[in-house]
């Protein structure tokens, strides 16, 4: 299915049962299917037969994280409280770590300017928020969230993820921070985010197509 995505299918197409590939994917309760497909574009506001959208449907269904998915104000107030979490670095930031994920918070996302302001960060922290990723800021913060994130999130974490694009962003990979931090549980997360196909070298970006403009 993910193979179909990446070679350009229309994931709006109605299918014969007069749903799209969203509605299809949240009528059966999959989650990982109904993430890709939003990640493609997928319009949630197209309805089934029924008049019913996909997040009409996921809160029928009880479908929690599905929902958070299709409600982006749910979800940014999600994604401020797992940050929070990580800056705060309490003695019970791992369990609140594996709630807010399995609640559905998306953690590929890296932390703008706008919520950096409501973090205030331990005295002693010697990090830029903004920019960083939740598993970026947790491993340069040595936080005990990291094993959480690395372990807890769902099969659409990405674990590469660095975003070069804002200020301040990491411009060292999850892994190459990992391998900075020693002890036994730095051991551990390494050997976890090698398992989950971890690389220290960023992907590189395709390069431009060739045109008459642009020889």
Known sequence: FEKLLNEGYDVNTVLKNGRTALLHSVYNQNALFAYLLIQKGADSAL??????????????????????????????????????????????????????????????FAVTAEMAQAITLPEDADVVIEGETPLTLALKMKSLATGGLVNWADPGFEINLVDVNLPNASSEMPLTLAKKNKGPKAQKIIEDLMNKNAVETPPTPPAPAVTEENP
Do not use: C, H, W, Y
């Open 47 to 108: 309805k089934d037969p029924d008049g019913k959208t996909a997040l009409d449907v996921a809160v029928e269904l009880q479908q929690t994280r599905i929902e958070l998915m299709l409600n982006p104000d749910k979800q940014a107030e999600l994604q401020r409280q797992l940050i929070f979490k990580i800056a705060e670095d309490g003695d019970n930031v791992d369990p609140d770590v594996k709630s807010l994920l399995s609640s559905g918070v998306n953690p590929n």
